[in-house]
């Protein structure tokens, strides 16, 4: 492995440190090396706080080594005045004459901005390092600047035979298939993401909370599907505990703090819509843990990225058939559940 990747290797596991707390900016490491040796490590570790460079220069004990060092960072360094300063005029001030770059930013804001800025004070830099992995890094981050829609990742559990969910339910209440540690990971996942989002069928049968309480981590938004009101506030997702949006086609809902109210038309483009109106809510991720019905809408429309699908040893013999998809696919086991992951390239 050449010199470079290795360093900003080390960037992208840094960053990873930040997945759930930085939105709505995205993962950033950053390494300092002097003498073939780091002297400073930093990651972003939440918005308004300071970026990966800021921390790891503040790291480096011995401040004159910064003017014979290089600094590694897997995302351009920001050239304007946000909530922190550029990092671009730090990285001058301390007169560091080596920047190397995963890859550039795409938000408009920088787009290439630090780095002209940095030429332009002599700065030597060099880009597009291990720039594939550093653009999985922040795939949520690029596929909301770029796609103007959040990274969709669809998720769901199905039985040996390939049933998601019984035909009839004695209680509203969840039906597991899978085991105790890929529940917990699923609440991992939702800390992970900034929203999720369920039909209408899933919160009548089901009546989830959709939380993180197997985790340590922040609640996502809740997204609720409710074309005509047959969600009451006697379920979960109406409690007011977590901020949850509501698309519905009922008109003059009155939204409070914590409910907020979207009317879309619910046609063949419907997830198009959804992802329209969670980019105007600056959401960069859900999770789609609905039914069925609902997961078919967004692989119908091949509007999806990634889907974790869970597969059990259990059989059900008949009820509600589970998605299909024939994509790429990785495969890992927890326990007894077999773990599929899969991703459009479409």
């Not at 470079?4 to 960037?11: L, P, Q, S, V």
């Not at 997204?223 to 979960?236: C, M, N, R, W």
């Not at 967004?298 to 889907?307: K, T």
């Amino acid at each position: 492995m050449k010199i470079h990747e290795i360093y900003i290797k080390r960037c992208i596991q840094l960053a990873k440190n930040g997945l759930g707390t930085t939105y709505p900016n995205p993962l950033v490491g950053s390494v300092i090396v002097y003498n073939g040796k780091i002297i400073g490590e930093g990651w972003h570790k939440k918005a308004g706080e300071a970026h990966a460079e800021v921390n790891a220069i503040n790291s480096v004990k011995d401040k004159s080594l910064l003017s014979k060092a290089t600094i590694y960072v897997s995302l351009e360094p920001c050239s304007h005045f946000g909530k922190t300063p550029p990092c671009a005029d730090l990285i001058m001030k301390h007169k560091i004459p080596n920047v190397v770059i995963g890859t550039i930013d795409p938000n408009p804001k920088v787009a290439g901005n630090g780095i002209k800025k940095l030429i332009e004070n002599d700065i030597k830099i060099t880009v597009g390092v291990l720039e594939k992995e550093c653009y999985d890094l922040n795939k949520r981050f690029f596929t909301f600047q770029n796609k103007k829609r959040p990274y969709i990742i669809l998720k769901w559990a199905e039985s040996a035979d390939g049933y998601i969910a019984p035909l009839t339910k004695e209680k509203k209440e969840p039906f597991w298939l899978t085991n105790e540690f890929s529940r917990q990971l699923v609440h991992k996942w939702r800390s992970e993401e900034q929203a999720i989002l369920a039909g209408t069928n899933t919160v009548l049968e089901d009546n989830p909370k959709l939380n993180v309480r197997n985790w340590h981590g922040k609640n996502p938004v809740r997204i609720v599907l409710d074309k005509s009101g047959k969600i009451t506030s006697d379920y979960f997702v109406l409690d007011n505990q977590m901020k949850t949006i509501i698309l519905t086609e009922q008109e003059n809902l009155q939204s409070t703090e914590n409910c907020i109210y979207e009317n879309t038309i619910f046609d063949t483009q419907l997830a198009e819509k959804i992802g329209v109106i969670l980019w105007k809510h600056n959401l960069q991720s859900v999770i789609i843990e609905g039914g069925t019905i609902t997961l078919e809408t967004f692989i119908n429309a091949s509007l999806w990225d990634e889907a974790r699908v869970f597969k059990s040893n259990l059989e059900m013999k008949n009820g509600v058939k589970a998605p299909v998809l024939n994509h790429y696919s990785t495969l890992s086991k927890i326990k007894n559940d077999n773990l599929t992951l899969f991703y459009n390239h479409d």
